[in-house]
Each structure stands twice: as C-alpha cells, then as structure tokens.
C-alpha cells in the first residue's frame, strides 16, 4: 500500500495556476510535518514547501514564496500546494513526503509518494 498518492499535476502555460494534492493512507498520523519537493531532469531534487503539524507554520524558499502555498486539511489526511504565477523553471516532478520534525526539509521527508508531473510552458 502507497502511503502518499500526489495528484493535480499537468500541463499549463506561464502564468498559470495548479493545485497539487497528496492523500496519506493511515500511516502518516496527523502530528507529522509534511512537505512538497520538486525534481526536474538533471537536478538535485529541492524541497519547496513544508507545514507543521498543526497546519500554523509554513516555510517556503526564496524562489516559490509568494507564488506557491501550502496547506493541510489534517481531518481528511490531505496535504495541498497551491501554485501561482508559474514559470518554466517550475517545470518538475513533485512530490510530498511526510516526516516527524519540522526543522528542516530534510527531516520532513521521511516517507514519499511517488510524484506528479508539473510542465509549464512559455
């Protein structure tokens, strides 16, 4: 059984908009700190959002803040990214992974679904 399962991915032009969604089956409780990362082609895979458990705390890199927002719904064990003013250089499989400290990306990214693909072009 996958315990996350992204959805929302697709194709759109620059400017545009997508809303990417992870359910998590039961195995991630509703106290865990929870995360989007994204990979393109030939990259390091980089993290770009991530929430604290009670949804309160978000940190965000200098290059997604302001366009991208995340959120969880944590009775529907769902976790959401909204993405705004997309660029090409957004162009990247995402994936959200759960973890049990939300001190850095690293430590919230213990488990993995298996990612969307998000192409955005110009």
């Known amino acids: 059984q996958v315990p996350l399962v992204e959805s929302g991915g697709g194709a759109v032009q620059a400017g545009g908009s997508l809303r990417l969604s992870c359910a998590a089956s039961?195995?991630?409780?509703?106290?865990?700190?929870m995360g989007w990362f994204r990979q393109a082609p030939g990259k390091e895979r980089e993290g770009v959002a991530r929430i604290s458990a009670s949804g309160k705390v978000t940190r965000y890199p200098s290059f997604v803040k302001g366009r991208f927002t995340i959120s969880r719904d944590n009775a529907k064990n769902t976790l959401y990214l909204d993405m705004n003013s997309l660029k090409p250089e957004d162009t990247a499989m995402y994936y959200c992974?759960?973890?049990?400290?939300?001190?850095?990306?690293?430590?919230?990214?213990?488990?993995w679904g298996q990612g969307t693909q998000v192409t955005v072009s110009s």
């Open positions: 039961g195995f991630l409780a509703p106290n865990d700190c």
């Open positions: 992974a759960g973890g049990h400290s939300f001190g850095s990306f690293e430590s919230c990214s213990t488990t």
